[in-house]
C-alpha cells in the first residue's frame, strides 16, 4: 500500500483571508461543502481574529456552525488569544491553531506582541484546550524569510518550535509566509527544526509567491515530512505580509503527490469543482 501523506486544506481560511470584498458567508459555507465532499481529512474553516484586524472572517462563528459536518473530517479554526478560543470552542470548532512567528517584525505586526510576548498569551489557551481535549496545531511564520527582518536564522525557528512543543501542540505547520524559501534554504531551516522536533510532528505551510512552493514540498517529502498546507485554486495571501500570495493550489500538490506515488485520498474531479468555484469568489474575478 502506497504511504499516506495529508493535504490540510486552508482555502477557506488562507485562502479568503485577503481578499479586499467581503465574500458572503453563505459562499464561504458553500466552499466548505464542497471542499468536505473532496476527501480531506482536515479543512480549516475561519479564523476567530479580532475584526478589525481581519474584516474578512469577522463571520466566523456563522461560517462554522452554517456548515455540513463530514463525521470523519475535522473542521479547524485559528485562535490568537483566550477570547478566539471560546468563541471557536462555542462554535463547535474540531481543533485550533495558535499562530506566532520566528521573526519578531512579523509577530509584532501580524498579532501586535513580540514572540516572547506571543508565547505567555498562547499558554492560556492552550491550557483551556488541553482541558476540553481540543487538538492544538501551532503555526510559525516567516521559517525562511520575513518581510520586516529579512532572512530568519534557522536556530531561531527550531527554537521557536521548541516552545510550541513545550506549550503541547500535536503539530508544528511551518510557515514560509512570502514564498521566498528555496529548496535549499527549506532544508536546512528542516534540518534545524528536526533537531527538536520529529518530521512526524512537522507540517510544510509554503506560500507560492515566487512559484517555488512545490519544489519545496519535494525537498520536505526527503525530509520525512508527510503533512502540507494548501489551498483549493491556490488562493489567499495573509493581510499582514506584504506581497504574499496565495499557498500552494491544493491540487497542485495533490498532482504532485499522486505522481511521486503517495495517496493523498483526494478526489480530482471534485478538486477541480471547488478550485473553480473558489476563484470564482475572487474580487478580482468578479
Ligand atoms: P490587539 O489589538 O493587540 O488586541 O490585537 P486587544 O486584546 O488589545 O484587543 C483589541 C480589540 O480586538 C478589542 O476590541 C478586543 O475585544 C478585540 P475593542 O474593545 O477594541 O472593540 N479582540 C477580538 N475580537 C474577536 N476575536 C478575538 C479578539 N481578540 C481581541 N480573538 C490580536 C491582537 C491578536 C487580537 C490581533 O492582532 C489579531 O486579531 N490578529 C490576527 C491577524 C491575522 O489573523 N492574521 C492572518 C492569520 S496568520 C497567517 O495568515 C499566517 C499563517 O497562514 C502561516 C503563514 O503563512 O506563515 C497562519
Ligand atoms: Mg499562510
Known sequence: MSEFVTIFEMGPRDGLQNEAVFVPTEDKIKLVDMLSDCGFRKIEVTSFVSPKWVPQMADAKEVLEGIYRHPSIFYTALTPNV???????????????????????????????SVAESIERFKPLVEKAHEDSMPVRG??????????????????????????????????????????????????????????????????????????????????????????????????????????????????????????????????????LASDFALSLRSDDA
Open 83 to 113: 477570547k478566539g478560543y471560546n468563541a471557536a470552542k462555542k462554535a463547535s470548532a474540531d481543533e485550533v491553531a495558535i499562530f506566532g512567528s520566528a521573526s519578531e517584525g512579523f509577530s509584532k505586526k501580524n498579532i501586535n506582541c
Open 139 to 272: 503555526y510559525i511564520s516567516c521559517v525562511t524569510d520575513c518581510p520586516y527582518d529579512g532572512a530568519t536564522p534557522p536556530e531561531e525557528v527550531a527554537r521557536v518550535a521548541g516552545l510550541f512543543m513545550d506549550l503541547g501542540c500535536y503539530e508544528i505547520s511551518l510557515g514560509d509566509t512570502i514564498g521566498s524559501g528555496t529548496p535549499e534554504t527549506i532544508s536546512t531551516m528542516l534540518e534545524a527544526v528536526l533537531s527538536v522536533v520529529p518530521a512526524d510532528k512537522l507540517a510544510g505551510h509554503y506560500h507560492d509567491t515566487k512559484g517555488r512552493a512545490v519544489d519545496n514540498i519535494e525537498a520536505s517529502l526527503e525530509k520525512d515530512v508527510r503533512v502540507f498546507d494548501a489551498a483549493i485554486g491556490g488562493l489567499g495571501g495573509c493581510p499582514y505580509a506584504p506581497g504574499a500570495k496565495g499557498n500552494v493550489a491544493t491540487e497542485a500538490v495533490a498532482e504532485l503527490l499522486h505522481r511521486k506515488g503517495f495517496e493523498t485520498g483526494l478526489n480530482m474531479d471534485k478538486l477541480k
